[in-house]
C-alpha cells in the first residue's frame, strides 16, 4: 500500500470488513467462524466500522436451530467515500466519479483534445472542480484521484509515455500538492485488469486484460494484486518483439507487436489503402460488417498477429481468463471469438478469451477499484458489475 499517511485499516479491521462485503447480511458470529476471530475482536472491530459509518446493521437474521439469540445482520456500506478516476488518453480524458463499490454519481469526457505536460493540469482542474462542487455528502468525502496513464508507471510517477509528453512533468506532485487527496497513477492496462478483476461477475483469482488501442498494454493481477515488475514494465506486451529487424518503435526496439497489431495500425492501413482521411472504430466497423474485403483482410491479420500476443500471455501468467479491451474487437464479438480459435496449443486450452465486462469503462472502473482497495485496505476485492442488468 502507498498511502500509508492516509487511513490503513488494521489488518484484522481489513479482515472484517471484507467477509461483510463478501457475504451480505453475514453476524457477528459468522465473520468470527469465516475470519477465525474471537467473538470479542469481532465485536470490538464491528463497533469501529460501525462509529466510521463503514458497515450498517441491516436488521435481524434467523435464530439459530437450536433457538438461540437471532443475531443482527450486517452490511458494507458502499457509499460511505468517494472516488474521482480519469483517464488520460492520447488525444482524449474520460473521468468518472463513483462510489466505494462502482455506483457512477457522474462522467466526463473530452475527445479530441490534445495532451501536454503544459495544459495537462488546466483539463485536469476543471474537472476535478466540478466534480468536487456536485459531490454528494459521504461519511469520508473523496478518498483519492486515480489518474489512468497510457504509458509505463512505477512507484506511482511516470517513466515513459511514447504517444504524449506527460513524463517531462511530476504530475503526482503537482495534484498532491494542489488537492488534500490520495493522489494514484497507474498504468492504464494494468487499471482496466484491476476493474475487471474487480467487478467483473466471474470473480476469477487471476486476471488478465489485454488493452489494444493505440498500442498494445496487458494489466496482470495475481491473487487480487497487480503484478507490475521491478520498473513497472510487466505485461508490456506491445513491446515485445514479433518481427525481427522489422518497424521502428518508440520504445527503441524495432518489430514490436503494437507496431503491426494496434487499433491505431488496423485503421491507418485501411485508410492509406482507401486514399481516406483518418478513420475510427465506428468507420471500421461499418466497412468489417458490410463483409468488405479489404476491412475482412486486414482485420483477419490484426487478429492472427494479436493472437500470438495473447498465447505469448497465456502461457506466461496461465490466467483463468483474458479480456479484451478494444473497441473494435467490443464491436464486433464474432472477431472475439475467432481470436480466441487462434489459441491452438492445449497447454491453454481452457484458457476463457472474452471482451472485457466493462465495456469502454473499465480502465474507470479500474481507477474506482484502485482507490477502494487503498482506501479499505483489501486486495482481494470484489464488488457486483455495475453495468449488469438488474
Ligand atoms: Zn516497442
Redesign the pocket.
Same mark, same amino acid.
Given at each position: 500500500m502507498i498511502l500509508s499517511k492516509y487511513i490503513i485499516r488494521e489488518q484484522n479491521e481489513a479482515t472484517v470488513l471484507k467477509a461483510i462485503i463478501d457475504h451480505y447480511g453475514i453476524s457477528r458470529a459468522q465473520v468470527s467462524t469465516l475470519t477465525h476471530l474471537n467473538k470479542a475482536s469481532v465485536s470490538s472491530i464491528t463497533k469501529t466500522l460501525l462509529d466510521n459509518q463503514l458497515i450498517f446493521e441491516i436488521g435481524i437474521g434467523d435464530a439459530s436451530a437450536l433457538g438461540g439469540r437471532k443475531p443482527i445482520r450486517l452490511e458494507f456500506n458502499g457509499h460511505a467515500g468517494i472516488g474521482i478516476a480519469l483517464d488520460i488518453g492520447y488525444n482524449y480524458i474520460t473521468a468518472m466519479m463513483a462510489f466505494l463499490n462502482g455506483d457512477k454519481i457522474a462522467a466526463k469526457t473530452f475527445d479530441e483534445v490534445d495532451i501536454h505536460a503544459s495544459n495537462i493540469m488546466e483539463h485536469l482542474e476543471k474537472i476535478i472542480s466540478h466534480f468536487e462542487k456536485i459531490a454528494p455528502e459521504t461519511p469520508h468525502g473523496i478518498i483519492g484521484i486515480s489518474l489512468a496513464v497510457h504509458g509505463i508507471v512505477s512507484d506511482n510517477q511516470i517513466a515513459f509515455t511514447p504517444y504524449y509528453d506527460l513524463d517531462k512533468i511530476n504530475l503526482q506532485a503537482i495534484l498532491e500538492e494542489k488537492y488534500n487527496y490520495p493522489i494514484i497513477l497507474e498504468n492504464e492496462a494494468n487499471l482496466t485488469a484491476l476493474g475487471e478483476y474487480c467487478f467483473s461477475d466471474d470473480q476469477q483469482k487471476n486476471v488478465v486484460s489485454v488493452s489494444v488501442h493505440s498500442g498494445i498494454g496487458a494489466g496482470i493481477v495475481l491473487d487480487g494484486k497487480l503484478h507490475t515488475g521491478l520498473n513497472g514494465t510487466a505485461g508490456e506486451i506491445?513491446?515485445t518483439i514479433l518481427v525481427p529487424h522489422g518497424k521502428n &518503435?518508440? &520504445?527503441g526496439?524495432h518489430g &514490436?507487436l503494437?507496431q503491426y497489431a494496434s487499433n491505431k495500425v488496423l485503421f491507418e492501413n485501411y485508410a492509406a489503402q482507401k486514399n481516406l482521411p483518418p478513420i475510427n472504430s465506428d468507420d471500421f466497423t461499418k466497412a468489417l460488417q458490410t463483409k468488405e474485403m479489404l476491412a475482412e483482410k486486414l482485420m483477419k491479420e490484426n487478429m492472427e498477429l494479436l493472437a500470438i500476443g495473447l498465447n505469448n500471455v497465456a502461457m506466461m501468467y496461465n490466467p483463468e481468463v483474458i479480456f479484451i479491451n478494444s473497441s473494435i474487437y467490443r464491436k464486433n464479438p464474432d472477431w472475439t471469438l475467432r481470436l480466441k480459435e487462434q489459441i491452438h496449443s492445449f497447454v491453454v486450452q481452457d484458457i476463457v478469451i472474452k471482451n472485457g465486462t466493462l465495456a469502454d469503462l473499465a480502465t474507470l472502473y479500474g481507477g474506482i477499484a484502485n482507490l477502494s482497495m487503498n482506501f479499505l485496505n483489501i486486495s482481494q476485492l470484489h464488488f457486483n458489475n455495475p453495468l449488469a442488468q438488474i
Open positions: 506491445g513491446h &518503435c518508440p &520504445c526496439n &514490436c503494437e
